[in-house]
């Protein structure tokens, strides 16, 4: 990767958490505590600490430990034939190369590179005795932190190398679990043995209904081909069209098809071999693939940390507003007076509650609509696919089976594999069309809900003045936002305050959090989609769904038909019948299932925007008691307070400045 242009970002992001931590510096001279500087400090140090966490998964010996060194251009981790990486192992930069060892209990032992290498290098022959040799020897080990002298690890990244996906199912889970934490997720592919039936599996079930847009796809080993395959170019061409077939449905980015940029052939270890001797990349096709991984690190993960950084110090220097003004405007009222103005304004803050309710109540009627109709479009799509079916499976390929092929068992079970096989092929073809139809009939009803929220947001925002202007006594005129970035409607506000600590974390940037509430409405879109064709596949071409049945329906069958080519016809009618009359109606016993997903997918939204309500409320009470204290405290006259006031504004708005020239130039 680009170590320049990380650490050209690595001095942005400094800079921004230098301007941002002089606002909480300026604070200290405040007449009255300032609950923000804290908040100020802890994003300014957050800024500073915050790394790229890039998490490469795959099988066993598709080569992510080759891949991993050769991006970091040294042999850091181990790498043989058989499976190697036997622990979650992080590479982040030191001053030496180390290694720790943390176990399960919190313990952490230290060792060298070598000896991490010699301990934590496998030494099974097969897979499944690679399983019970982690299980038994590595079982009290939780992870591996590696450090290394790297310029790529020193610029803020952290390069994370996972078990193969086929080792035992604990540490299987453990790695998929990792995921949506991630800022990057590099998926490798083997080109001698691509997309295997448990990296399509992977693929379907945990990747696709993340509904994340973080993902690379290399495939290494592709200088392999070359002795092989009869046609090396033709090899190539042809993994690229299947992978197009199978993975486009992971590379759309905002509606946008980004195969290009996240798919890549490479020669891993040509490039490790490159980097050692100096010599070029290019043969290697490797540059591609960093230019690409770095540019998302810095130009869309990078900016979006900056823009939340940028976020948080906006609503800390309205807070101050809001805080100085009322302090200002209540400087003629006694104690007592203002005890008896906040203890009158108690059913306004009942109102704050009462939009908080209805808020909860729009939004969960709004999911209750939404499962349904999402059932609906479903349901509707399965007729017709039942209508076609019958024409889908006459044109399916039985290669290599003749019709006295099915009088033995060998060839009957040939043929049910090559039906199954292809039905599952046509069925994903068929749900991947239907999620992409869905999203933008989500992504409106999303769009709609949002005008809906907005009102009620609006109508908070008048409670809430009215609160100001009877506690201060008369009305509290808040300056306005001076840029476009501060000027956020009442609704994102709410997303913003509700999760704008954990905006700065790698997961919740991956979840598709990246631009507050916009970038939440269209990441459940994506994530509901995914979770509800996969839920549709698993009911209907799971071990005991229908199409498991109708195979020994059709077997029996068999028994009775004719021999010759007339048999493979017979077979394939019985089959659509059976199989097209069924349809429908099992879908049916799974409506349950997939609206729980909806629901599932939508109801973080839900509690994102009524907590954040609710801690908008709870934060002008507190600003109401925090000014009631600082009157009864005060040591200076009212005219010192003001001027003290004035210089802590003025501070916070050329820091400011400072901050906007730095996040957005």
């Known amino acids: 990767m680009s170590t320049e242009a990380l650490e050209r970002f690595a001095a942005r992001r400094t800079a921004a958490a230098d301007h941002v931590e002089a606002m909480a510096d300026s604070l200290d001279a405040a007449p009255s505590p300032i609950a923000a500087a804290e908040v100020l400090r802890a994003a300014a140090t957050r800024a500073r600490a915050n790394r790229f966490h890039v998490v490469l998964v795959g099988a066993f010996s598709t080569g992510k430990s080759t891949l991993l060194n050769a991006i970091v251009g040294e042999p850091v981790l181990p790498v043989r034939v058989n499976p190697c990486t036997a622990i979650l192992t992080e590479l982040v930069h030191g001053t030496e190369p180390v290694v720790d060892v943390h176990g399960v209990d ?18 099974a022959d097969d897979v499944s005795e690679a399983g019970r040799e982690v299980a038994d020897r590595f079982g009290k080990v939780d992870r591996a932190v590696v450090h290394v002298p790297l310029p790529l690890l020193a610029k803020g990244v952290v ?10 199912p604990q540490r299987t889970a453990r790695t998929l679990d990792m995921l949506p934490r991630a800022d990057a997720v590099i998926v490798v592919l083997n080109a001698l043995r691509f997309l295997t039936e448990l990296e399509r599996q992977t693929i379907r079930e945990q990747l696709l209904p993340l509904g994340l847009s973080n993902l690379f796809f290399p495939v290494t080993m592709a200088d392999l081909l070359t002795h092989v395959a009869a046609d090396a170019d033709q090899a190539r061409h042809a993994i690229r069209v299947r992978a197009r077939e199978q993975l486009a ?59 939340r950084l940028y976020g948080a110090a906006a609503h800390a ?71 076609g079916l019958p024409d889908a499976i006459a044109d399916m390929e039985l290669p290599g089976l003749a019709g006295l092929d099915l009088l033995t068992s060998a060839g009957r079970a040939r043929a049910e594999a090559a039906l199954q096989q292809g039905l599952e092929t046509w069925f994903a073809h068929q749900m991947d069309a239907w999620r992409e139809s869905l999203r933008p009939k989500l992504t409106a009803a999303l769009d709609d809900l949002r005008v809906e929220l907005a009102a009620e947001a609006r109508e908070f925002d008048s409670v809430t003045d009215a609160i100001l202007d009877g506690f201060a006594g008369a009305h509290v ?35 598709a959090w990246t631009d507050g509430y916009e970038g939440a409405l269209k990441g459940a879109a994506g994530r509901i989609g995914a979770r509800v064709a996969l839920v549709a596949m698993g009911a209907l071409l799971g071990p005991v769904g229908w199409a498991g049945l109708v195979m020994y329906a059709a077997v029996d069958l068999l028994l ?14 019985v089959f659509a019948d059976q199989v097209g009359g069924g349809l429908v109606a099992h879908a049916d016993a799974q409506r349950e299932a997939v609206e729980a997903q909806v629901v599932e997918a939508l109801q973080p939204l839900r509690e994102a925007v009524v907590a954040a309500a609710r801690s908008d409320a709870e934060e002008l009470k507190e600003l109401l008691t925090t000014t009631i204290t600082a009157r009864r405290e005060a040591a200076d006259d009212a005219e010192k307070r003001a001027a003290s006031w004035d210089a802590i504004e003025e501070a916070l708005d050329d820091a400011m400045t400072g901050l906007d020239t730095t996040v957005h130039t």
Do not use: C, N
């Open 477 to 511: 005129a808040l300056p306005s936002p001076q840029t476009e970035a501060e000027a956020m409607d009442p609704l994102e506000r709410w997303f913003s305050v509700a999760v704008g600590a954990a905006l700065l974390s790698p997961g919740t940037i991956a979840a």
């Open 249 to 307: 449905p992971l590379t759309i980015v905002d509606e946008r098809d980004r195969f290009d940029d996240r798919f890549f052939l490479l020669d891993a270890r040509g490039a490790l071999k490159a980097r050692a001797s100096g010599d070029s990349l290019e043969a290697s096709g490797f540059e591609p693939f960093e230019d690409a991984l770095t540019d998302f690190l810095v130009d869309e993960r990078g900016r979006a940390q900056l823009e």
């Open 159 to 168: 390069l994370v190398d996972t078990p193969g996906l086929d080792d035992d």
């Open 317 to 387: 220097r309205t807070s101050v507003r809001r805080q100085a003004q009322l302090d200002r405007a209540s400087a003629a009222a006694s104690v007592e007076e203002l005890e008896a103005r906040q203890a009158e304004l108690g059913p306004r803050f009942d109102e704050l509650e009462r939009v908080a309710v209805r808020v909860d109540r729009t939004v969960a009627h709004f999911i209750e609509r939404q499962k349904v109709r999402v059932w609906q479009d479903l349901r509707t799509h399965l007729v017709s696919l039942q209508e």
């Open 560 to 573: 009775v038909l004719r021999t010759g080519g007339g048999q493979l016809r017979r077979l394939r009618r």
């Open 106 to 123: 919190g313990a952490v032992e230290r060792m060298s590179t070598e000896h991490f290498l010699e301990t934590y290098q496998l030494a």
